[in-house]
């Protein structure tokens, strides 16, 4: 009242709109930053003393980079060019007066830089990733340097690449990076520390909802909190910040969701960056990690792919030091297990344990554990094979949310239990907020909570927080806002967590988790199945190498002890080969400049792996092999595969001159031959009057027309046709292809509605050879204007399969080419070959998980079979396929133009085989026909004279295959037990 002497302040009737933009005014980085609290956040600054830099095109080490000549530059220059290097020399002077201050050096500049400080990386910088300040001192003292140098190394690319008008568009090669802002500012701590409480107020204003007390009672408290804070008076800042924590310090009750929080940094080891540019990525993003490490006792980070520990440990042995010491506090924590974060549907099964053989070998050595835990967060679908991978290697526990981005279906759990096509089982969770990037935020925090689709089952979450993809990692804002959460009322606990403390929390409640048996297919990215044919070519064929190249060195190694067995080399070339299994190498979701470093390896891995197997030959067989080819017509003929095989084969005679053979050779072995064995039945090839063509073997007949497609394949013992009346088998058909958004990923449904089938004939089917050992036909179709498929249709004795040997010179965009083999078979599903096994998937469409699966992938053979009879389709290096009511669909090329412009642009050498047969894949031999494809038999000269045959190994059950010859290789006592397939 007037006149009392008391201090009224009448109560007012707060606006809920009102109050809340007063609230996000005052905190604003647009508006009002003159008064507000956002525009305290840095004090006084000052300029640099001097900055000067030089640039390169290559990625050079410091040493070398200080010696070189800087020129002069200025905030607003621009710098490099797409994938260049620019170093800047920057030179201090910290005002005196800025004594007992936080100083930090502002950089705000186009690219991902590193700050370099005594010959050593000491923090990343990237506008992208909120990292544009490097903290000087933290109290400025007098007997501080108040003068020093350091060297800031920018990469001329974001943490996305620099697509031009896009992120997934190929780079921008005409792209120049910009200098906006450097300089020394005084930070003031206490103002961050209070944006961060307005932030997480206001958040828990908005995200709780006016249904909730807590909504109200924290919008209240922010704009208290504006009334008590004068921005122009420090002192008042206490007391603000003491407010904001009467709502933090209100805890939470017994039963509220625990939510795990982890530091990760998923950083793709190629993408839309080249390999080499990873290795500075992880720097950057490490040695900041490193640095919150020392300012945040409780912050623990987790980090997978031993590929990318190699790489500093190589490049920057430094902060690899720090690395492994943070490593030994349980604080920087390796996980995953494997070599790299690789694709989970493509590789071999052999590679898949591999990736884990490398992977948990290289954690023990260099951490002293393996890893409990596969983490797997972004690839493009799961083999079910996967389970039995994992357990054989050590591993119960995986963690992925890839399945999150399903376009059709929403799949029902977060945390269950995954089992594998052999029963094992695993415990899984995918994170509930749909991401392995968090930033921190109450709306993550909350979503982790409501999103989780197992309530009632677990009361636990992980959340992974950090820039990923692109690399960036954590950042102390994230911390303090995590902080914040740790057990507020109304929002779930956040603690600090490890894979470990997590799992193991899961595990006390598993009991009542549901169970999901078999793949985890992902509803989307299916076009990564095929797109870059020669990365998927190349990947089939390096497997087939180096199997054998270890069969036939393990054979010389026992029988003569003396032989040295490759170790080291093989494990050069298969960790080469597992690089290139990464989950956007292999499914061709890259770049060029990522294309050319695989086609790179793969050379590599030819090359060397071929003088390996000459080296095993010369050691396993030197008495029999002949010193020169023109003096005899006897071949070595060498079986790798567990199974005696009677094939054809090019024999090498007199002045070079081909012939064929047919020979017996037994499993895993050899023989020589110097004549042929008569055929039980000669390959006879027919031309009738109207241009078409029959050959037949005697296990089948086919009859081909002008343009090369299969009117009739039938199977002669019983007469079986395997072809419906009126339709035609390898018909091919183009498709348009543009997808929503992710170009050489996806690959929509309603493609289907575009099909045209190719009829244009450019040259007429011809006999190319006429038969006995070997028949075969060829004709040329034109794809389009640009585009000629050329084919040789073979048809060898005793071969129950037909083969297609494809060349394709493809030049189209947005096309997807196709090949068709209707077959006179019903079934509601269809069988493929997946890892060290095999799956069945419907061929109908009657529910929405059915139709999701219009584009599957598959191994060396899918099949298609009804009782008694079936039709099986074997290739040599494709993967995307499908099976559509009785229509048996091989993919064979696409034309993506995002991120790679050249995609699958060239000329393409491919074979695929139809093999019609009596009962069942498994009892026909189409595992074996399909082995025998992919792994063709090896023939060299031998000295003349008959020599006995030899066999090493031979397996009695036709259900087993000895996939793997090796010399042992064993990691740890957790893994002593692998299966035999490992050894």
């Keep these: 009242m007037a006149g009392s002497g008391v201090d009224f302040k009448p109560a007012v009737l707060k606006n809920r709109r009102t109050t809340f933009e007063r609230v996000e005014k005052f905190i604003s980085e647009i508006y009002f930053t003159d008064c507000n609290i956002r525009g305290r956040l840095f004090g006084d600054s000052c300029p640099l003393a001097s900055l000067s830099c030089f640039e390169t095109s290559q990625r050079i080490p410091y040493e070398k980079a200080v010696q070189q000549e800087f020129r002069p530059v200025k905030v607003g220059d621009s710098f490099g060019s797409m994938w260049q290097t620019c ?225 500093v440990k190589i490049w920057y042995p430094g902060l690899y030091t720090m690395i492994q010491n943070f490593a030994k506090e349980g604080r920087f924590i390796p996980v995953g297990g494997t070599w790299v974060e690789m694709d989970g549907n493509l590789p071999g099964g052999e590679s898949m344990v591999r990736q884990f053989l490398q992977g948990q070998r290289f954690f023990q050595q260099e951490f002293g554990k393996l890893c409990a835990e596969f983490w797997l967060p972004d690839t493009f679908g799961y083999s079910a094979q996967l389970p039995q991978v994992m357990h054989g290697c050590g591993i119960q526990r995986f963690l992925t949310q890839k399945l999150s981005w399903n376009l059709v279906n929403t799949f029902p759990h977060n945390t269950f239990i995954w089992e594998g096509i052999d029963g094992s089982q695993v415990l899984v969770h995918f994170p509930p907020a749909d991401s392995y990037g968090l930033a921190g935020r109450v709306e993550e925090i909350l979503k982790t909570m409501k999103s989780n689709r197992d309530k009632g089952r677990v009361n636990h979450s992980a959340a992974l927080f950090g820039f990923g993809d692109g690399g960036g990692g954590p950042t102390q804002k994230m911390l303090d806002r995590l902080s914040r959460m740790k057990d507020t009322d109304g929002l779930p606990r956040v603690q600090m967590s490890t894979p470990d403390q997590f799992f193991t929390a899961l595990e006390k409640e598993k009991a009542q988790l549901c169970t999901w048996v078999g793949e985890l297919f992902l509803e989307l990215h299916n076009g990564t199945y095929t797109t870059h044919g020669q990365i998927k070519k190349g990947n089939r064929e390096c497997e087939c190498l180096l199997h054998d190249v270890e069969v036939l060195s393990s054979l010389a190694l026992s029988k003569k002890r003396s032989f040295q067995y490759p170790s080291a080399k093989l494990q050069h070339l298969w960790r080469l080969l597992l690089l290139n299994q990464f989950h956007d190498v292999l499914p061709g979701s890259c770049i060029q400049l990522v294309v050319e470093d695989a086609m790179r390896y793969y050379s590599e891995i030819r090359s060397a792996g071929a003088q390996l197997l000459k080296d095993a030959m010369q050691s396993l067989f030197g008495d029999l092999l002949a010193s020169s080819r023109e003096t005899n017509e006897s071949m070595l003929v060498i079986n790798t595969l567990p199974w005696e095989r009677t094939e054809v084969i090019s024999k090498t005679g007199p002045r070079d001159s081909e012939t064929l053979a047919l020979v017996t050779v037994p499993s895993m072995g050899y023989c020589t031959v110097q004549d042929s064995l008569p055929p039980p039945h000669p390959v006879t090839v027919t031309k009738k009057a109207d241009g078409s063509v029959i050959m037949e073997n005697g296990v089948v007949r086919v009859h081909l027309d002008i343009m090369g497609r299969v009117t009739s394949l039938c199977l002669m013992q019983p007469e079986r046709e395997s072809v419906p009346e009126g339709c035609c088998a390898n018909q091919f058909a183009l498709f348009d292809d543009v997808p929503l958004y992710w170009d050489a990923w996806d690959v929509m449904d309603y493609h289907l509605e575009t099909r045209k089938p190719i009829l244009l004939l450019l040259k007429t089917l011809e006999i190319a050879l006429p038969g006995g050992l070997r028949g075969s036909v060829t004709f040329s179709l034109q794809i389009s204007e640009k585009s000629i498929l050329t084919q040789e249709v073979i048809l060898d004795a005793a071969s129950p399969f037909i083969r297609f040997q494809t060349q394709v010179d493809w030049n189209e965009a947005h096309k997807f080419l196709k090949v068709e083999f209707p077959a006179k078979v019903r079934n509601p599903n269809a069988t493929y070959e997946i890892q060290f096994g095999h799956l069945q998937r419907p061929t109908h469409w009657n529910t929405s998980w059915d139709w999701a699966r219009f584009e599957v992938w598959s191994h060396k053979w899918m099949d298609l079979a009804e009782h008694g009879f079936g039709v099986a389709l074997l290739n040599d290096c494709k993967y995307g396929c499908s099976v559509q009511g009785n229509v048996m669909s091989l993919s064979l090329l696409r034309a993506p133009k995002s991120p790679d412009a050249t995609a699958d642009i060239g000329r393409h050498h491919f074979t695929y085989a139809v093999m019609p047969h009596v009962g069942s894949f498994q009892e026909a031999g189409v595992i074996r026909e399909a082995y025998s494809l992919n792994l063709p038999l090896h023939t060299v000269p031998s000295v003349s004279g008959q020599h006995p045959a030899w066999s090493a190994f031979s397996v009695q059950s036709p259900a087993v295959v000895l996939e793997t010859i090796k010399q042992c290789a064993r990691t740890g006592a957790a893994i002593e037990n692998w299966k035999t397939w490992l050894c």
């Design 87 to 311: 170093w800047f020399k920057v030179d201090l002077s910290i005002p005196r007066e800025w004594a007992g201050k936080e100083v930090h050096l502002l950089w705000e500049s186009e690219g991902e830089g590193m700050v370099w400080k005594d010959a050593q990386p000491i923090q990343g910088l990237t506008q992208e990733g909120e990292k544009t300040s490097y903290i000087l001192t933290d109290s400025l003292k007098e007997t501080d340097p108040h003068s020093l140098t350091l060297y800031v190394e920018i990469a001329c690319s974001g943490l996305f690449g620099a697509g031009k008008g896009s992120m997934i568009a190929p780079p921008d090669s005409d792209k120049k990076f910009s200098l906006h802002k450097t300089e020394l500012a005084v930070f003031n701590r206490d103002v961050h520390e209070l944006l961060v409480d307005f932030e997480i107020l206001l958040d828990m204003t908005k995200l709780l909802g006016e249904e909730n007390q807590r909504s109200f009672q924290a919008l209240y408290v922010a704009n208290r909190m504006v009334n008590l804070c004068d921005v122009a008076n420090p002192l008042t800042f206490p007391a603000v910040h003491e407010l904001a924590c009467s709502i933090f310090r209100q805890k939470n009750g017994e039963s509220q969701h625990i939510i795990h929080a982890m530091g990760h940094c998923h950083i793709d080891s190629a993408w839309l960056w080249p390999y080499d540019e990873t290795i500075r990525k992880c720097a950057r993003s490490w040695v900041t990690v490193i640095r919150l490490m020392e300012k945040n006792p409780e912050f623990t980070f987790v980090c997978s792919q031993a590929q990318q520990f190699e790489w």
